[in-house]
Nanobody, 122 residues
Framework: QGRLMESGGGSVQAGGSLKLSCVVAEYIDRICEMGWYRQIPGQGRTLVSR???????DYADSVKGRFTASQDNSEKLLYLQMMSLKTEDTAVYYC????????????????WGQGTQVTVSS
């Protein structure tokens, strides 16, 4: 099973920007879907952005217009460019990739990165 590793987290002031990266240790042809999630203390892990197999991106309403998810030309890195950061964005951010059990139309296996902390101060 592939392994993912996030990096780029840190502490920034509100209004600043930060870019997260995720190494995708898997052949891109095997991946059904990739995405970014975050977990705020006391809350569950929630979707931030997802990238479908055809490259379409979706975003949570709370980050729409501020965050941009993408993958590089090598298709081995997943990025999350975060701009106009708010204190509410403080969370542990995770990248994820879904791999098919049989094919992408059926059951999938979720692979998570270890998470990277993002702290936004006022």
């Amino acid at each position: 099973q592939g392994r993912l590793m996030e990096s780029g987290g840190g502490s920034v002031q509100a209004g600043g920007s930060l870019k997260l990266s995720c190494v995708v240790a898997e052949y891109i042809d095997r991946i059904c879907e990739m995405g970014w999630y975050r977990q705020i203390p006391g809350q569950g892990r929630t979707l931030v952005s997802r990238i479908t197999r055809d490259g379409t991106t979706d975003y949570a309403d709370s980050v729409k217009g501020r965050f941009t998810a993408s993958q590089d030309n090598s298709e081995k890195l997943l990025y999350l460019q975060m701009m106009s950061l708010k204190t509410e964005d403080t969370a542990v951010y995770y990248c994820a990739a879904d791999l098919p059990v049989d094919d992408c139309s059926g059951s999938r296996l979720r692979t998570w990165g270890q998470g990277t902390q993002v702290t936004v101060s006022s």
